[in-house]
């Protein structure tokens, strides 16, 4: 079954909240966990109008058969920081080394260079070692690392590296 990659929709609102609640349960490298986002499909639909509207923020989501199986979002800074721009990307387990996480992340670079955008920055749990080798092979480089950037729930903490795309 074919994976398509889009711009979301508002209508795709309460399926990517169902998304989101899915890959909080499945890993602990997210904000979040199995208890899921409290946000509204109302407000996620705003969400993503907004991001429609904005010509240099985007929120993309993949699908296969219909069902979404990962997103990805970049976000521009303002004034003094406009040449740079957040990543933010995910999948749902079953979808793990299918290629699915390289398209998403080559859409979201080709809409960052058509928006001008010179940097693509990034968090990822340090000890992500296929997140990390992902990124490296689209030419992200570790330009740091945030010791005890999470807290998680049995009080141990996760280090993070910081890295960034020079487009």
């Not at 969400?47 to 010509?55: G, L, M, T, V």
């Not at 979002?73 to 299918?98: C, N, P, T, Y």
């Not at 690392?145 to 903490?157: I, L, Q, R, S, V």
Request: no cysteine.
């Amino acid at each position: 079954m074919d994976v398509i990659i889009e711009k979301a929709r508002p209508e795709d609102a309460g399926d990517l909240i169902a998304f989101l609640n899915t890959i909080g349960a499945e890993t602990d490298n997210l904000t979040y966990g199995g208890e899921g986002l409290p946000i509204s499909q109302e407000k996620e639909a705003e969400i993503i109008r907004e991001k429609n509207e904005s010509p240099r923020n985007a929120l993309f989501v993949a699908k296969k058969g219909g069902k979404i199986i990962g997103n990805a979002s970049i976000e521009a800074f303002s004034r003094r920081m406009a040449h740079r721009a957040e990543l933010g990307i995910a999948v749902v387990r079953a979808e793990w080394g299918q290629g699915t996480g390289g398209r998403l992340l080559e859409r979201v670079i080709e809409h960052a260079k058509a928006q001008k955008i010179e940097i693509i920055e990034l968090e990822v749990r340090g000890d992500n070692e296929r997140a990390i080798r992902l990124y490296q092979k689209y030419g992200f480089v570790k330009i740091g690392a945030y010791p005890k950037f999470f807290k998680m729930e049995d009080n141990t903490y996760a280090d993070f590296d910081l890295m960034n795309l020079y487009l």
